[in-house]
């Protein structure tokens, strides 16, 4: 198993701690004394808290909550998603004011937001049941060390395998279970109409390949001590790679990136028969391929040996309090309504539209599937059982730095096309990984 260089002698003074800011917010980070009462007021007796959010439909949601709780009032300001809304949080952290009292926060984001010192451990806040809501793969996600807490689980995307039924039962295939009866299935579709393929292979997504990753039991990042430990270039990850690079090799599943014109005209005309992604993949498919609603099926993940039930997660996002706000107990209070009474995740899904992480709860409102999967009635209840199996995984602080690594790495292999390229990405991202958390001064295991 690769590893990370072991720490070099001579570089101790400039080293940083496991949660402690990198180099590129090195003497930066504000305590909750300089942020205090940035994102919050109190009028009276009513408390007023801001959410920054970019989840469609929060404001209807929040509406649910703020007519059942005058005393403590939430207000939205919506954002933008990804890289965009952890850039603006942590600059309205340095600032000293601006930063909202909860935030809507990737999986993958957490880490980076506790080092840079702008999410706060709401630990002793929780009720004790709220741990018990979520599967543990999902629960670990916002934990880095100990019992610490970061964020609560709002919507989860456990991957799942989807399938032309129509297709597989014209040229007689079964549904494969496990990763050998996927290549096999993919072989021989394929030999049946070369113009059909079971899946592809898309060098711009790391998120899904992370998933895969983890369903196999890699963890790009692990905490070693009061280190981190990079862990790319892993055994479980080199089986995934070398995996999807025998069939590209083969040439029995396609290497078209995903969300492009000529994916959507694949998934269309059935040129796709197939797509591994998460629990969200309903509303892309009625998007991008609505003509074909009622001819694709939803199944587990094939797994890598028989009888397994483990998958991993990509996509989804969760609830954080912030450093700075003065109301932190108010603040979680309105976060555990949300994200796990049967209120605040119904109106989750029915304002929102989306998975819930809160298993419970997504069993209770999720009752009819989506409307693209119509002829599915156990869509959801498939969904949730998918969602236990979720493996623990821990994001590192450089989570960014990696996806960036992935896309021109994969990008060089899929144009070589052979496994043995696949492997050697991995072993690219590792090195560029680590070089990039020692530049920021990160002590490495």
């Not at 397994?308 to 969760?318: D, I, L, M, P, V």
Request: aromatic share 10%; glycine share 10%.
């Amino acid at each position: 198993m690769t590893s990370a260089p072991p720490h070099r002698p001579g570089r101790g003074t400039s080293r940083r701690s496991l949660l402690t800011a990198g180099a590129a917010l090195a003497g930066t980070a504000v305590g909750a004394a300089g942020l205090a009462g940035c994102g919050s007021a109190s009028s009276g007796t009513t408390t007023e808290l801001t959410f920054w959010s970019w989840a469609p439909g929060i404001e209807d949601v929040v509406a649910v909550w703020n007519a059942e709780n005058p005393d403590l009032q939430v207000v939205v300001s919506r954002q933008d998603a990804g890289d965009a809304a952890v850039t603006k949080l942590l600059t309205a952290v340095r600032a000293g004011n601006g930063a909202p009292d909860l935030v809507q926060a990737e999986y993958q984001a957490i880490t980076s937001l506790v080092s840079a010192n702008a999410v706060a451990d709401i630990s002793a806040d929780l009720a004790p049941s709220t741990a018990g809501h979520f599967a543990e793969g999902i629960w670990s996600s916002v934990q880095l060390q100990g019992d610490s807490v970061y964020a609560i689980p709002q919507d989860t995307g456990p991957l799942q395998f989807y399938y032309r039924a129509d297709i597989f039962e014209q040229h007689g295939l079964g549904v494969p279970t496990t990763w050998d009866e996927y290549a096999e299935t993919a072989r021989a579709l394929h030999s049946a109409d070369p113009s059909l393929y079971l899946g592809t292979f898309s060098s711009t997504d790391p998120g899904l390949f992370m998933g895969l990753a983890q369903q196999a039991g890699a963890s790009w990042w692990q905490i070693a001590g009061d280190r981190w430990k990079v862990d790319v270039d892993s055994e479980p990850a080199r089986r995934v790679a070398e995996f999807w690079g025998g069939l590209v090799e083969e040439g029995v599943i396609a290497r078209d990136p995903m969300y492009t014109p000529q994916w959507n005209a694949a998934l269309n005309n059935g040129t796709q028969a197939g797509w591994v992604s998460a629990a969200w993949a309903p509303g892309v498919l009625a998007g991008n391929a609505g003509s074909t609603a009622g001819s694709w099926r939803m199944a587990t993940l094939p797994q890598w040996e028989a009888g397994e039930t483990a998958t991993g997660n990509w996509g989804g996002s969760t609830t954080a309090v912030t450093v700075g706000s003065p109301h932190r107990a108010q603040a979680v209070r309105f976060a555990e309504w949300m994200n796990t009474s049967a209120d605040g995740v119904r109106a989750l899904v029915e304002k929102s539209g989306v998975f819930p992480a809160d298993q419970a709860g997504a069993a209770e409102a999720l009752s009819a599937p989506p409307e693209f999967f119509a002829d599915q009635p156990d869509f959801y209840e498939l969904s949730t059982s998918n969602a236990e199996g979720v493996r623990p995984l821990t994001f590192g602080p450089n989570v960014n730095v990696a996806y960036s690594i992935f896309n021109d790495a994969f990008g060089t292999a899929t144009q070589r096309s052979t496994a043995a390229a696949f492997v050697d990405a991995l072993a690219t991202i590792q090195a560029g990984t680590v070089a990039d958390l020692e530049n920021q001064g990160y002590d490495l295991a």
